[in-house]
């Protein structure tokens, strides 16, 4: 599968996103309201970014598929 800047970034993204979860559910510590503030427009704005980021990796899955 060749992956393109675009991939690469979404998942980075997608990395980052699941670390902040996990920060969540095993410490309850999240990482983006504590450098963001509480749904500030940032924090939405990242949290947005994170949940695209995942709609975009779906594609992943029918590309892996067609190879």
Known sequence: MKSNWVDNL???????????WGLIG?????????IFGNMTLI???????????????ISYFSRFLNE
């Open 10 to 20: 979404v998942l980075a993204i997608i990395i980052i996103g699941c670390i902040n």
């Open 26 to 34: 095993f410490f309850n510590f999240d990482l983006v309201k504590a």
């Open 43 to 57: 924090t939405r704005i990242i949290y947005a970014i994170v949940g695209i980021a995942g709609l975009y990796a």
